[in-house]
């Protein structure tokens, strides 16, 4: 990408050209001469005069060049299309990808698809860059097409309109009170003996919307670029870069600042060679905080040695004495293409910036990243209609974050010659909507799992600092509600007298419509606890869905405590001090295992204990229960055999778990609707998935037994939901029976088939269907979302092994 286009983007030379010469070979030449010096203004009529003598395949795709490069996207597309109907043996295997390219710009995403995809099976080996590039544009446009009902409908978008925008470019908007600052591409210097006559940059200001106003001329150096410009929050320096042409479409920028005193600029300071590199471009300055200390930092973009790609962004902390640190390569958040213009808004420690590197509409997109989680960094896309399918660039976000402007090529905006459709970037203003987000908390006793009632919640926005936002106290519920603002991180805290505290941190980013944020918050007595951590003996890792059962043994009249947990291998139970307790262990599919705990003398507040049980015999897994997806195996058919094995139906029944949740929770809102979509994640997570990873040790367990001489009488139930007739679901209870033989049967190549035929592992099938399914399972074929996707309805459809019965003889 030529520096131009990054930092000034579609820069233009001239505003028309005078052809010389009437002759197609004076057009042509004049054309690549144009081209050669990267002015594809010109070159690009001058290739139009040379196609009106005659169609040639060359000079369309030098045409189709150089409209590319001068942003004329759709004269683009359409000379490469010629030359892609023209051509006969792939002489310009780029066509395809370029023409790819155009047709994303200008939003035509499945035009776009079908040029890449054309392009990959007719170069694909050709140069890696572009296969992968290729194969990464598909996605984009994939994901694009999947965005068209995604715009953001709280976030309005204005062009400027002419006080401010002309056919040239403008661009880097900075607004202070009611001033705009910017910057526009269009002033002539009347002492420029280059030819054709150039153009460059000034910065100008506007109040109210005002017509732009020019610098002081001492401030906009004739004969040079002067933009970007941005100023410190306390108003007192501003930075700015100064640029040259390298040629008639590239620049090369430094970066300046001057201070402000009594209102009036001082000298320019050019910044250190640290900063400046004369050999390259450093540009797009903007101030923030360095996201390792939070010290003040200069941002910029700049294709100095040590860049990941081409432009990419980079910071300078500024030390005391104006001391600026060997610049540091913003490595988690740039790519291989251009990363550039970067602002950092200050109250939110964000960090916005564009790319051509991440998934996006087409062109530059604008993105954000809050820049103190840059080890796993979450990189938004501002999504439509910030961004579109041209280029978007050069962000900021006032203070108070209801409004932003920035600058795009994009649909609306003035073109230097309406026929061309092309250049140039003007501004734009976007105003945001308020988003009603709110954090509900919710308070509950760590052991118990009830609601604590009488605790102080106090909610902190952490930015760098932590904040206090506000502090909550209620001895009548557990519940508070907090209004939240958008792209921030928070830390909730909940406390009482007697416990020990509770926190959650999480982040509004990302979040694009209204919404309640629950947190839940578990408060731990500071009385004695008991804390067990259970394990398997084998692999020692952490064993989830252990139940534990707590004896008092000093007091045998107490009721026995039992704790199961699903979601984890960690159990906590109060205790009272100078007692004896007795604690059980067990899981299905483990030994249990017994230990005893004593009080007495127990100087912490916690005792920490270890379990780790060892896996058990075939009767400690019953009762073991499979779980099948609606009228599954053989839908439709009055089978009562299958061939299918019960992993044969186990992955596409996981597959479809969104789906069940998404059916099922279609008419809920709010607590309700998580609450529903919790219930199925665990219900997959935690009993089909589970059940189903027990069924291969059991297999390999009973294996294990048959080897060793051990005859084993197998009893198994298989069950239906009532959605169906009777007699259809008893067939049907059968198939799911034999789903699970068939696994016994296909297990390690046959290894079970001999102890099946020779009756020494036999099988007993009690397909029961419907029969005992609850009264409250719907049975009613057109309510599908309660007797096929709610959760009384899914258990129901399972087989289970109920029994092992053993025998010598």
């Not at 790319?355 to 896309?381: A, C, K, R, W």
């Not at 080897?707 to 008893?730: H, L, M, T, W």
Request: negative net charge.
């Amino acid at each position: 990408m030529n520096n131009i286009r990054i930092t000034l983007t579609g820069l233009l030379l001239i505003a028309a050209m005078t052809v010389q010469g009437q002759t197609r070979q004076a057009f042509l030449d004049a054309a690549e001469a144009s081209f050669a010096e990267k002015d594809y203004y010109s070159a690009l009529h001058y290739y139009k005069n040379v196609l009106e003598f005659r169609e040639d395949i060359a000079v369309l795709y030098k045409a189709a060049e150089s409209a590319r490069m001068f942003n004329s996207y759709r004269h683009a597309a359409d000379y490469y299309q010629q030359v892609v109907d023209l051509e006969e043996n792939m002489e310009y295997p780029l066509a395809t990808y370029w023409l790819g390219e155009m047709q994303k710009r200008l939003g035509n995403y499945d035009q776009a698809k079908e040029a890449y995809q054309l392009y990959l099976s007719e170069n694909q080996l050709d140069n890696p860059y572009y296969t992968e590039s290729a194969t990464r544009q598909i996605d984009d446009c994939d994901w694009a097409i999947s965005q068209a009902d995604s715009v953001r409908g709280y976030v309005s978008v204005e062009h400027l309109g002419s006080n401010i925008n002309t056919p040239f470019s403008e661009y880097g908007p900075v607004q202070l009170g009611d001033t705009l600052y910017y910057s526009s591409l269009r002033f002539p210097f009347e002492n420029d003996d280059h030819k054709p006559e150039r153009i460059f940059s000034n910065a100008l200001w506007s109040i109210k919307g005002g017509e732009g106003i020019q610098f002081d001329p001492e401030f906009n150096d004739p004969g040079m670029h002067t933009g970007h410009v941005v100023f410190t929050e306390e108003e007192d320096r501003v930075y700015y870069t100064i640029c040259e042409y390298q040629n008639p479409t590239e620049i090369r920028c430094d970066i300046y600042y001057r201070d402000i005193e009594d209102g009036a600029f001082g000298e320019p300071v050019k910044l250190p060679g640290t900063i400046n590199d004369s050999s390259y471009t450093t540009t797009q300055p903007s101030i923030g905080l360095d996201p390792v200390n939070g010290d003040p930092a200069l941002y910029f973009a700049s294709d100095r040695p040590g860049s990941k790609g081409k432009l990419d962004i980079w910071y300078s902390v500024i030390g005391d004495e104006d001391e600026f640190g060997e610049p540091v390569n913003l490595m988690p958040i740039n790519t291989i293409e251009d990363d550039i213009t970067p602002f950092y808004h200050k109250p939110s420690q964000t960090l916005y910036f564009s790319s051509m590197g991440y998934q996006g509409f087409g062109g530059f997109d604008i993105y954000s990243v809050y820049t103190h989680s840059l080890v796993d960094p979450y990189i938004e896309n501002l999504g439509q209609p910030v961004n579109s399918s041209y280029n978007d660039l050069y962000f900021f976000l006032g203070e108070q974050e209801d409004t932003a402007f920035f600058a795009s090529n994009r649909q609306g905006s003035m073109y230097l010659e309406e026929a061309d459709e092309a250049c140039c970037n003007d501004i734009y203003k976007a105003a945001f909507a308020d988003l009603d987000i709110d954090l509900i908390a919710l308070t509950f006793d760590a052991a118990t799992q009830e609601d604590l009632l009488g605790t102080t919640v106090t909610l902190l926005e952490i930015n760098g600092d932590e904040t206090i936002i506000d502090q909550q106290s209620a001895e009548n519920t557990n519940r508070f509600e907090f209004p939240l603002d958008r792209n921030r991180s928070y830390r909730v805290i909940a406390t009482k007298p007697g416990y020990f505290p509770d926190t959650v941190q999480f982040s509004t980013r990302g979040i694009n419509s209204s919404q309640e944020i629950v947190k839940r918050l578990y408060l731990r007595s500071e009385s004695l606890d008991l804390q067990i951590a259970v394990c398997d003996n084998e692999t020692q890792e952490p064993l989830r869905g252990a139940t534990i059962q707590l004896l008092d043994l000093s007091d045998p009249s107490s009721e026995t405590i039992a704790q199961i947990n699903e979601d984890g291998n960690v159990f906590d139970f109060p205790l009272d001090r100078n007692k004896s307790y007795q604690v059980i262990t067990s899981k299905r599919g483990y030994r249990p295992d017994t230990m005893l705990i004593n009080t007495t003398d127990i100087p912490d507040n916690v005792i920490s204990r270890r379990v780790c049980l060892d896996r058990g015999n075939l009767e400690d897994y019953l009762p073991l229960a499979l779980y099948f997806d609606n009228d599954n195996p053989n839908p439709r058919t009055y089978y009562r055999t299958s061939r299918r094995t019960y992993d044969d139906t186990y992955p596409p029944y996981m597959a479809r778990k969104e789906e069940f949740k998404t059916e099922f929770t279609e008419p809920l809102v709010d607590e309700a609707r998580a609450e529903a979509e919790d219930d199925i994640e665990r219900f997959f997570e935690y009993q089909v998935r589970e059940g189903r990873n027990d069924m291969i040790y059991f297999i390999e367990t009973l294996s294990e037994e048959i080897d060793k001489g051990e005859n084993i009488e197998i009893v198994i139930q298989g069950f239906s939901s009532p959605r169906g007739p009777s007699a259809y679901n008893d067939n049907l209870s059968s198939r799911r029976i034999s789903t699970i033989i068939n696994q016994f049967r296909r297990y390690a190549d046959g290894a079970l088939i001999d102890a099946l035929e020779a009756g020494t592992l036999t099988i007993v099938q009690e397909p029961l269907g419907d029969t005992t399914a609850p009264i409250y399972v719907s049975d009613e074929m057109d309510d599908a979302r309660n007797s096929i996707f709610s959760v009384p309805a899914s258990r129901e459809r399972r087989i289970e092994i109920i029994d092992v019965r053993r025998s010598n003889d």
